[in-house]
């Protein structure tokens, strides 16, 4: 395809440009900029998903070249219901965040240039089908999060981001390694050129290369035990940062040890495996939530639940390895379906605790005393969102875990079941920890603050998307199985 | 407590050790032979060093993306510095023979990344090299007391660290009415190439000098 307005490399192009513009305008600027940017980057991404679903994946060899000599980007289904996700959840944040520095502007001076990078990071990231190139990715990735946590400056956010650049190195260092041994065997780095070369009796470099590498990736997803760096990183940086980390940087993980796991690495799955991702995925689900009801600090709550939300992307990887065909496709269909409802309701969610902590001025649940009636539309943003993680319907969280509920049922395994409902009423608890607190009478001596109106329309935009995702969530599937078929 | 973390710690990574060892002993034949192929088409590449032609042209893809973690990282350091700028002190008078033979290094070693870019094209260097040696040049005039530490950069400066990058940018979308991203005619690859090179060699340089310039005040 030699078109100029081709979508799939302007979706990588356009945030590396207005990022770099927006360090070259100087400390602050390039928020409009940003805004008129991720707008077009999500009418591109559509159009990509519309070129997907009337002719299929799509190949595209990066300077003509072609796999193994060049690098090839691949967008199939998978691929492009998260660029849909990324652009979507990034456009309402970038308004936000526009009226989050301006009320509140520490760590505004170099936002917008690392938000252009993360996001190209993203776009490239999901479209990559070369393993050296998603290296890249994931370090371009890295970088750009952790200098979002650092942003804000003082000793407990430049911590948390120290420790988060920590793990995430030795993430990348370990994928690093398993690109390395995987080279060694084949000779190659290219997906399409590796799939067909991987088979069960693969030697043992290639046995360890996959496990490097999909422990690199759980310990950037931050699954349960590995989630030790995400609760101060998320719940210390700024809002939007916060929203953007959770809803984003943690499902490009997710979605690499997807891919691998299904494709790559395929045939050197086993059952014992999948069920210790499960085994992981639940501990996190119960670990994570139980921790997020003792929080007393509103953001900490929230970031303790993005590690309970992660487990139940991992449940998706027992319901879908070797079971019947019916089963996989339910269980993947779940499992995309509820990355895509907590990003969106976790980025409301975290926008709309950004709002109430700029109101109230300080990162307290006992002193929410006052909010429902100041910031109605906010608590009702937080609310919906809750609504979403806890799997009530009609949301896209219920969606997500009903077709999970459905494989797990389907094949026998009944135990994943107990897990996901424990894991709903265990979030019930802790939303309504907070809307019990927010609906109470002001407290003498605090004070509530307007916020101004972007700030809790955008949140609320994100909440009702997540919401909206279970009643017309039809054709996302639809996406999803493009390039699935075979 | 402690001790035991260690030494599982420590058992976990002979163990790695271990596997790694075994693994490589049991290598098999490559099944993808790409040396012969980058060979198979150097001359298409518009540069006659395999290393450059891989660099720039083959996974060019990959470079462009490495620039943007380069400048990433300066602004991660940027990001830190802010803060800790209260502590910034001048750097201390050197010493004059150090000055002297900065004041004469430092043109020299402006020549020597002129030379290194150039040459990329058909011997080992290129625009990786050429930066690295401008910025010891800047780190050079900086220890000699001839270079300010960077406080806030201002336009100009936002705009050398960033030229490289958005050079590379521009010429990849340049190609995209006749073919893919980052496709150069091979009548053009050979001037585009150095153009590139130019603009990274510079924009290197100063993201180089950059991590050390801007975190430069700090240590009292």
């Known amino acids: 395809m030699t078109d100029f307005l081709d979508p799939l490399p302007w979706l990588i192009m356009l945030p590396l440009a207005w990022g770099t513009l927006a360090f070259v305008l100087g400390p602050g600027r390039g928020g409009r900029l940003a805004v008129a940017a991720i707008a077009l980057q999500g009418a591109l991404a559509l159009q990509l998903a519309g070129q997907l679903i009337d002719s299929g994946a799509r190949v595209y060899a990066v300077g003509g070249w072609g796999a193994p000599l060049g690098i090839d980007l691949m967008a199939d289904g998978l691929a492009a219901v998260m660029l849909l996700l990324t652009q979507a959840v990034a456009l309402p944040l970038a308004v936000y965040a526009r009226g989050y520095f301006a009320a509140s502007p520490k760590g505004r001076e170099l936002f917008w240039p690392f938000t252009g990078f993360l996001l190209a990071a993203l776009n490239a990231l999901f479209l990559s089908a070369d393993l050296f190139n998603i290296y890249v990715t994931l370090e371009l990735l890295g970088l750009a999060a952790v200098g979002l946590v650092a942003i804000a400056g003082g000793r407990q956010p430049v911590t948390a981001a120290m420790r988060y650049l920590f793990a995430t190195l030795l993430g990348s260092g370990a994928w690093l390694l398993g690109v390395a041994l995987i080279y060694g065997t084949y000779g190659s780095v290219s997906l399409a050129v590796l799939t067909p070369l991987i088979h069960a009796g693969a030697p043992l470099a290639v046995t360890l290369a996959a496990a490097l590498m999909l422990a690199g990736l759980l310990l950037k997803t931050a699954l349960f035990p590995f989630h030790f760096w995400l609760p101060p990183a998320h719940g210390g940086a700024p809002a939007p940062v916060s929203a953007l ?57 929230v970031a303790y639940s993005t590690v309970a939300q992660v487990g139940y992307l991992f449940l998706l990887f027992p319901l879908a390895t070797l079971v019947p065909p019916g089963t996989a496709d339910s269980a993947l269909a779940g499992g995309v379906m509820q990355a895509v409802a907590h990003g969106l309701a976790k980025a409301a969610m975290f926008a709309a605790t950004g709002s109430m902590i700029v109101a109230t001025g300080r990162d307290d649940i006992s002193r929410l005393g006052g909010v429902g009636a100041r910031l109605p539309l906010t608590l009702f943003s937080f609310g919906l969102a809750g609504v979403t993680l806890m799997g009530l319907p009609p949301s896209g969280g219920f969606s997500a875990k009903w077709l999970l509920l459905g494989s797990a049922l389907e094949s026998g395994q009944w135990w994943w079941v107990v897990v996901m409902i424990v894991g709903g009423l265990l979030t019930a608890a802790y939303v309504f920890k907070v809307l019990r607190r927010a609906f109470l009478p002001r407290a003498a001596g605090d004070r509530v603050a307007r916020v101004p109106r972007t700030l809790e329309f955008s949140a609320f935009a994100l909440a009702l998307a997540s919401i909206l995702l279970g009643l017309f969530g039809a054709p996302l599937l639809e996406l999803l199985a493009v390039g699935r078929e075979a | 407590m402690k001790a035991w973390l260690t030494a599982l710690i420590a058992l976990l990574c002979s163990g790695l050790a271990l596997a790694l060892g075994a693994a490589m002993l049991a290598l098999p034949e490559f099944a993808v032979r ?80 002129g030379y290194l870019l150039w040459i990329g094209a058909y011997a080992p260097g290129g625009a990786f090299q050429a930066g690295a040696v401008l910025a010891a040049a800047g780190v050079l005039l900086r220890l000699a007391g001839l270079l300010p530490a960077w406080a806030q950069p201002g336009r100009l400066l936002r705009g050398g660290l960033a030229l490289g990058l958005l050079v590379f940018l521009a010429v990849a979308v340049a190609g995209l009415p006749q073919g893919e991203l980052l496709h150069y005619p091979p009548a053009l690859a050979s001037p585009l190439i150095l153009l590139v090179e130019a603009g990274l060699t510079l924009s290197i340089g100063l993201t180089l000098a950059g991590l050390y310039l801007a975190s430069a005040g700090w240590r009292q």
């Not at chain 1, 891919?259 to 395929?266: N, S």
């Not at chain 2, 088409?41 to 540069?47: E, I, K």
């Open chain 1, 245 to 301: 980390l959770s809803a984003l940087v943690i499902k490009a993980t997710f979605y690499l040890a997807l891919r691998l796991w299904l494709e790559l690495f395929a045939p050197l799955t086993t059952v014992a495996a999948a069920q210790l991702l499960g085994v992981l995925g639940a501990a996190a689900i119960l670990w994570g939530s139980v921790l997020a009801l003792t929080q007393s600090r509103l953001k900490m709550l």
């Open chain 2, 34 to 113: 790409l040396p012969g192929q980058v060979a198979a088409n150097l001359d298409a590449s518009g540069v006659a060093h395999p290393v450059t032609a891989v660099l720039l042209n083959f996974r060019g893809y990959d470079t462009l993306l490495e620039v943007a973690v380069l400048l990433l990282a300066l602004l991660g350091v940027f990001a830190l510095s802010r803060h800790a700028s209260d502590h910034a002190h001048p750097a201390a008078p050197a010493h004059p023979v150090l000055q002297t033979l900065a004041r004469l290094l430092a043109p020299l070693m402006v020549l020597v990344a």
